[in-house]
């Protein structure tokens, strides 16, 4: 012991070591002596002590080595991005998102998160149908998911479809630890790792640490728990620690979650948070027994289901592995990188304006960062933002069941979409309907890699609307639901398939050409991002492509990274995720998703559980997809070649867009069970306009002072929160003014009506609405208001006058009294 003491000390004599790091090595031996003086002789203890701090510190440095050479060669990447761009300002944002037109040849971010995202469903198809969620949210097998969860735990279960499905999940873990690592990550390889744990703050808090020690101890594998001092387990197979050794990490364990990191923070004048390349391997420090601990423990103090930690953490692999991919192993240094590097080129050129912008645009790149990295959306208080979240989900649920009436508009974006990247638009469509109908397409589309969204995320398609990312069980229950059972849902999942299934085809088409002679669009589509004359040999080798039978063949990503033999594995991947992420760019232009740029800019840096974070996801709610429509349609006009093309394009999506905004409105009054409206004024074109931009609500004010549930202007543009806010109080508020001036209430019918509209799931779905309001809120209403058919009259007399339209079923009637009127859309009665 005293050599190595005096070892450190000449160290520091000599100037080659601090005397705090001596210090705090010292301490370190010490107690390694001690811990291992109590299975082995003295002397022993000692020597071991000394190779396994050795060896800890060297696995440090090789570890620090790889980041900093990783940070390097991002570095350089960016540099040549930012330096060549044709607008730097613009080129910051697009390594987080790409901007058609914006001649960024480099990645983004978020096209590469979706494609990895993708690319691993596409390896977990038949877990995914087999265990993913069903229209409750719930997973379609319980016990094969908890076996599945057993068998990643190393627990056998004699379950052979358990197996089969857990080395598909561990296949695609240890694909996403490689691609982690290999861009500056350090996460070693554990045998039956399992799953990572998402753990529940609150609860943890609640229960205090005594109880949650108690409970978490005996369940964990110490054997397998790396002490950090030594870089060794705690304790040997099957047992534990000394009890003050174990206390000592449980509680440093139970400070980090409860605090969210800040137990072993300090304040600085520094960015806080550790660098990207860091977290994964520090979220690997529990490990339990065995896969019924993982769930008995989950059920007590977990955050996520099951399957939602299974796929959650995949998922966020892919998200980590593009950050780290396109900005480094410390994106936010990355981005500050790259920021400065556009700063200098603006202010070296005395381009004072392209200063301003590039200065614009950085704070913007930061906030996206945030977004996709999820900072933003941690809740500055937890449970008003839980709350919030959780109402603006229930109003998913009770406004959006007839949101698919209103996605007819997609096609217009659809067939517009692929005649710009080159498709048949007829094909696509006619594909789109075929993957609705058929079984065998969509089984096809399974074996080329295209899974269907909604396997593994129960919330996208409320997430296209709402971008809604935290909120309670019971409201994404209802949300989920209704956009499940509404058809939206498969209508959204069916299309993205189509448009890439039809891509694929394309691509095949091309196969047979060289570079210099494949389609113009195509070629441009390769230019634009990156895809060289050399990848296009290797992708278009006839022993990738993906055989259907009948003489059909089709060029995927997925298949492509699984069959080619040209390559190594890392190769090969970067390629096919170049590829995917090309088609995902295009394709959400033609059926966008709520854009992270727009997100940005609606709300900022604001988190939830604020005052302004929830104010602006209530004006935001529903708006986001509008604008992601209006940004991508706008840029890609910009990004035609001359002044007219750029006409021909506004002509083709103006007149698309209207055509179907006008077919949306007409339906959604037959769901309502009115006859179409008058096609011959203005205020119905108008309506159509804003229908067919994503805004539909707001071509009621065109008819009417109302929205079509009663608000005003201002209550409608701040959101639907507001809305039901409004709904709650008018009523309680004009009663009391009623009883001052001495008259009767209207209690009944408000009850009545606020049923009507604000019924989850009964009130909303396109096919139960009619008949929810004629039979129930109607029923309820005539039950409770003596005056109810006075007022459905009124009502109805003011809708002939808004919108030239009556209704062909009755207010209070129980069944309709006719069919629709179909001829009074060309023209409004005398």
């Known amino acids: 012991m005293a050599n190595l003491h005096d070892c450190l000390q000449r160290a520091v004599d000599a100037g080659q070591l601090d005397q705090v790091r001596a210090n705090g090595a010292r301490w370190e031996y010490d107690q390694l002596v001690e811990r291992y003086s109590q299975a082995m002789p003295r002397h022993q203890a000692e020597a071991t002590a000394v190779a396994h701090l050795k060896e800890a510190t060297s696995r440090a440095r090789r570890s620090r080595r790889h980041m900093v050479l ?286 301003a912008r590039v200065k614009s645009a950085a704070g913007t790149a930061k906030t996206m960062l945030a977004h996709l990295d999820g900072s933003a959306s941690v809740a500055e208080a937890e449970s008003w933002g839980r709350f919030f979240a959780g109402a603006r989900q229930v109003l998913t649920s009770i406004q959006l069941g007839s949101a698919i009436l209103s996605s007819t508009t997609d096609l217009a974006t659809i067939r517009i979409g692929a005649a710009v990247s080159g498709l048949n638009p007829n094909n696509v469509t006619a594909r789109h309907v075929q993957l609705m109908a058929s079984h065998a397409t969509r089984e096809t589309a399974a074996r080329m890699g295209y899974i269907a969204d909604t396997l593994a995320n129960a919330g996208s398609t409320t997430a296209r609307f709402t971008g809604e990312v935290m909120s309670g069980e019971l409201p994404e229950l209802l949300s989920n639901i209704t956009m499940r059972a509404s058809g939206l849902a498969y209508w959204t999942d069916m299309a993205r398939t189509a448009f890439k299934m039809e891509f694929a085809g394309y691509l095949a088409d091309n196969a047979g050409k060289a570079f210099d002679q494949i389609d113009a669009p195509l070629k441009k589509l390769f230019t634009d991002r990156g895809i060289t004359a050399a990848d296009w040999d290797l992708l278009r080798d006839p022993a990738t492509l993906f055989d259907a039978g009948g003489g059909k063949t089709f060029l995927t990503a997925h298949h492509f990274l699984e069959h080619q033999a040209k390559l190594t594995r890392a190769q090969a991947e970067g390629l096919a995720m170049r590829l995917d992420m090309a088609i995902e760019e295009q394709m959400e232009i033609a059926i966008p998703n709520a854009s992270l740029e727009g997100t940005a800019f609606v709300l900022r840096g604001n988190k939830p559980g604020t005052f302004a974070g929830e104010f602006l996801r209530s004006t935001a709610q529903y708006k986001n997809f509008a604008l992601s429509l209006t940004l991508g349609q706008y840029r890609r006009f910009i990004g035609r070649p001359t002044p007219w093309s750029k006409a021909v394009y506004a002509a083709k999506v103006s007149v698309g867009l209207i055509t179907l905004g006008a077919l949306a409105v007409q339906l959604k009054e037959l769901a309502k069970g009115n006859d179409p409206r008058p096609m011959d004024t203005g205020k119905f074109w108008m309506a159509a306009l804003m229908q067919g931009g994503g805004l539909g609500i707001f071509g009621d004010f065109f008819s009417s002072e109302t929205s079509r549930s009663g608000g005003g202007i201002g209550e409608t543009l701040a959101g639907p929160v507001a809305g039901l806010a409004s709904d709650v109080m008018r009523p309680v508020a004009s009663n009391v003014q009623r009883l001052i001036e001495g008259k009767g209430t209207l209690f009944g019918r408000d009850i009545a009506n606020f049923a009507r509209y604000n019924t989850p799931v009964a009130s909303s779905l396109w096919y139960t609405r009619l008949a929810y309001d004629r039979l129930v809120a109607d029923t309820l209403q005539s039950f409770l208001d003596p005056e109810a058919e006075q007022q459905w009259h009124r009502q109805m007399r003011r809708r002939e006058k808004d919108y030239g339209t009556r209704s062909f079923w009755p207010r209070g009637a129980a069944t309709p009294d006719r069919t629709p009127d179909l001829t009074n859309a060309l023209g409004g009665r005398p």
Do not use: C
């Open 70 to 355: 990783n940070q390097l060669q991002s570095m350089v990447r960016i540099r040549d991005l930012i330096g060549n761009s044709p607008d730097p300002a613009v080129a910051l944002k697009n390594l987080l998102e790409f901007t058609e037109g914006s001649g960024f040849t480099g990645e983004s971010v978020s096209s590469l998160k979706n494609a990895y995202v993708r690319s691993i469903n596409a390896g977990l198809n038949d877990v995914l149908k087999a265990t993913g969620r069903n229209l409750l949210g719930k997973s379609r097998d319980v016990a094969l998911l908890k076996d599945v969860v057993r068998e990643l735990h190393g627990e056998a279960t004699g379950k052979p479809r358990a197996v089969q499905l857990a080395d598909a999940v561990r296949h695609q873990q240890k694909r996403m630890r490689q691609a982690f690592n290999a861009h500056g990550g350090d996460i070693g390889e554990i045998a039956d790792y399992g799953l990572a744990h998402s753990h529940d703050t609150a609860r943890l808090r609640k229960a205090g640490f005594d109880t949650w020690a108690k409970e978490i101890a005996p369940r964990l594998a110490w054997d397998r728990i790396i002490d950090k001092k030594t870089g060794q387990p705690f304790a040997a197979q099957g047992g534990r620690p000394a009890p003050a050794a174990e206390a000592a990490f449980l509680r440093d364990v139970y400070q980090g979650i409860v605090t969210r990191g800040w137990d072993d923070q300090f304040p600085k004048m520094t960015v806080g948070g550790k660098a990207l390349y860091n977290t994964r391997a520090e979220a690997r420090v529990l490990h339990f027994r065995d896969g019924s601990n993982w769930l008995e423990y989950n059920a007590k103090f977990g955050s996520a289901d099951p399957f939602s930690a299974m796929i959650g953490q995949l998922h966020g692999m892919a998200r980590d592995v593009a950050l780290m991919r396109v900005l480094g192993p410390n994106p936010k240094l990355g981005l500050e990188f790259a920021s400065q590097v556009a700063t200098k080129r603006a202010t070296t050129a005395s381009d004072w304006k392209l200063e």
